[in-house]
């Protein structure tokens, strides 16, 4: 690969080495994605489960069971922990 198509590489997620060595590639992903959708004044994410599902070809459910994993873990918050069922 040529230097010049790498930077022309536009609106890409970024995917932790470090994340997927400890998680995989999928828990990795998801955290990119998230990181990818950070308001940077405020440092969250304001996009839907299923807008982060779409972008990655994968089931809402299974970005809130790697977003699940990664709170646990610190890597991410949950700042309104006791909503459900709609954004957050």
Not at 6 to 19: E, K, Q, Y
Not at 78 to 83: A, E, G, I, K
């Amino acid at each position: 690969m040529s230097a010049p198509q790498f930077f022309s590489v536009r609106n890409f997620t970024p995917v932790p080495d470090a994340l997927v060595s400890r998680y995989g590639l999928m828990t990795a992903a998801v955290y990119g994605r998230v990181y990818r959708y950070c308001r940077m004044r405020t440092h969250s994410c304001y996009a839907s489960l299923q807008t982060l599902a779409t972008g990655l070809g994968i089931d809402r459910s299974t970005v809130m069971r790697h977003i699940e994993i990664l709170a646990e873990d610190g890597y991410l918050r949950d700042l309104t922990p006791s909503v459900r069922n709609r954004p957050h």
